[in-house]
């Protein structure tokens, strides 16, 4: 039976990545930072794409986790594996080198061409002018995600090898006001690093990743074993107290102070954090299955298109935002601009080149 | 010669994963676990997490060979492998390709990353010419490993090709740093294969392809499992 909530939920998680990093060029918080930073900034950017960052990608983890546990109940563990390198692997080992190569290329474009450079775009161009540049440690830019689950499908399978069967009951057993109590052992993965977390792009894997991501996945395996868990959860309360803390969380943000020599979050970020992450991530799964538990013709089509536009969107949308850089338009117009252009031309390549292909058994 | 029976041999590799999967499993944790001490990005967690790297993959492949071949000597399933139909060849391709898959790819990534790690930090380039030469010679410590057990039924001798070959890193590091024209390059900016460096890597991988043909021809010449 298709799960339509599921498929819609990770269609707009996917959308939404779209709309995160777009924002970024206009928030105040990373303007020294991010490349695409633009002059035209705002600070409602910031308290929009934060509170987002904070269950986006829990939300991807979970049902990942859920769709894992599900697969090696229909086909095996290798049929998990096997479907996974079809979907995962395969488009990350393909991908990531035409990515990194056209991030890269445009960055290097702008910072010779744009006449106002973000601080990264200044720094591009000074490096470039060294005579022996040092070169950067390769990175899996956006495509995290994938290597990520890579290494939690690979951890699954371990821990299925030596874990006893009862261990797999135990979240059986739990009862649900366990979900109050488990954000508090997700904060010091928060705390080991800075807020906002980054974003683990390095091929060496990071403990607070694993440990962070790596708890939302191991949920979404246990929500499958016991479906109906959390359904009984009232989505607006959980949101409701996600927003309050959130707006404490951003509040504590602008007035935290961090060591440079050493980043990390106060635990006073990392504890909300760990809780806003949770409770939004919870949010999310039981509204999408009240609400949004039925077939429709343009979320499917926008569920078939979203992976593609989750690979291909970075570029697309780094180039677009160069391209807006030097002119003097409010910000949001140009966020409009590049999120459209973006979208059109990823789904424009998904129904040219994925949709109708064979391509789409990897990425459709 | 009896073409090979590949079905039976594919079934013997997977027999054999079967009886590893939950050491290798533990590998790969532990594996992990040493490539985070490495994202740590401290002096202190390199050198733990390199040398946790090193122990897991001595440790997978000493496992292997012992799992798939000597604890089948001791519990006496050689009996029960020898009434399918299968050549001394078959089952020696079988105990090769299993072995080879299981130390491959942990060796494998274990050498790409500690390459990528060298190269993409600030430790000296020449490094990766050192690290080589390390994975060269536990590359080679396996074959020999592998090959003893595969000819030699005695579990004394096998135990003792195991951590002879596998602890020999030990003066086998202590001599490389002798050698003034290699830890030159070690400490050095530019990967430079001169050489010794290049006759010490030829004489490895001479050493491994040669005992495993060796050995390959050895069973080839079988009739008879004894």
Not at chain 1, 240 to 259: E, K, P, Q
Not at chain 1, 261 to 290: D, E, F, H, K, Q
Not at chain 1, 335 to 344: D, G, M, S
Not at chain 2, 64 to 77: A, F, G
Request: charged share 10%; net charge positive; proline share 6%.
């Amino acid at each position: 039976m298709r799960l339509h909530y599921l498929d819609n939920l990770r269609a707009l998680a996917m959308l939404a990545g779209v709309l995160f990093h777009a924002a970024l060029a206009y928030s105040p918080l990373i303007h020294p930072y991010w490349p695409p930073a633009d002059r035209s900034q705002s600070q409602l950017v910031d308290i929009f794409a934060w509170f987002l960052h904070l269950f986006r990608m829990p939300l991807f983890f979970m049902i990942a986790g859920y769709f894992a546990a599900e697969l090696i109940e229909r086909r095996g563990m290798l049929g998990l594996m096997r479907n996974r390198a079809r979907r995962i692997l395969i488009p990350f080992a393909v991908l990531l080198v035409p990515i990194v190569m056209s991030l890269s290329w445009s960055t290097q474009w702008a910072a010779a061409n744009v006449q106002h450079p973000s601080p990264v775009l200044q720094w591009v161009a000074q490096f470039s002018l060294q005579a022996n540049p040092p070169q950067l440690p390769p990175s899996t830019s956006h495509l995290w995600f994938l290597y990520y689950l890579l290494w939690f499908y690979v951890l699954l399978w371990a821990m299925r090898s030596l874990l006893p069967e009862t261990v797999w009951r135990l979240p059986e057993r739990l009862p649900r006001w366990w979900i109050c109590v488990a954000p508090m052992l997700l904060s010091p993965a928060l705390a080991s690093v800075v807020a906002p977390h980054p974003a683990p792009e390095s091929f060496l894997p990071q403990f607070w990743a694993f440990a962070f991501f790596g708890s939302f996945f191991a949920f979404g395996t246990a929500v499958y074993r016991r479906r109906g868990w959390i359904d009984a959860l009232s989505p607006i309360w959980l949101a409701s107290i996600g927003v309050l803390l959130y707006g404490l969380w951003f509040a504590l943000l602008r007035h935290a102070t961090i060591d440079p020599s050493n980043p990390r979050a106060p635990w006073s970020l990392a504890i909300l954090g760990a809780y806003i992450s949770v409770l939004m991530t919870l949010a999310c799964w039981v509204a999408g299955r009240r609400w949004l538990n039925a077939q429709s013709r343009v979320m499917r089509y926008l569920a078939g298109g979203s992976y593609w536009t989750y690979l291909l969107h970075l570029p697309l949308l780094f180039l677009a935002q160069y391209l807006l850089m030097d002119l003097s338009w409010h910000w949001s117009l140009k966020f409009a601009i590049a999120v459209f252009a973006t979208l059109l031309l990823s789904y424009l390549s998904y129904e040219l080149l994925i949709r109708r292909t064979e391509l789409r058994r990897f990425v459709g | 010669m009896n073409s090979l029976n590949i079905p039976v041999i594919k079934r013997l590799i997977a027999k054999d994963w079967l009886l590893f999967q939950k050491q290798l499993a533990a590998h790969v944790l532990a594996g992990a676990f040493a490539l985070c001490l490495l994202g740590l990005a401290k002096p202190w967690a390199f050198y733990l997490g390199s040398l946790l790297l090193i122990i897991v993959l001595v440790a997978a492949s000493c496992f292997s060979i012992s799992t798939s071949l000597v604890n089948e000597r001791r519990d006496q399933t050689l009996a029960f492998v020898m009434s399918l139909p299968i050549s001394p060849l078959d089952f020696y391709l079988s105990k090769l390709a299993g072995n080879l898959i299981t130390f491959a790819v942990p060796f494998l990534v274990l050498a790409v990353g500690t390459i990528a790690v060298i190269l993409f930090t600030p430790l000296p380039d020449g490094l990766v010419v050192y690290s080589m030469l390390l994975f060269g010679h536990i590359l080679a410590a396996f074959c020999v490993s592998l090959s003893v057990a595969m000819a030699v039924e005695s579990e004394g001798w096998n135990i003792f090709a195991m951590i002879s070959s596998m602890v020999m890193i030990n003066p086998f590091i202590m001599g490389l740093g002798q050698i003034e024209s290699i830890s030159a390059i070690a400490r050095g900016p530019d990967i430079i294969f001169n050489a010794p460096v290049i006759a010490i890597l030829a004489a490895q991988l001479v050493l491994s392809v040669a005992l495993l043909c060796l050995t390959g021809w050895a069973h080839c010449r079988k009739t008879a499992f004894y």
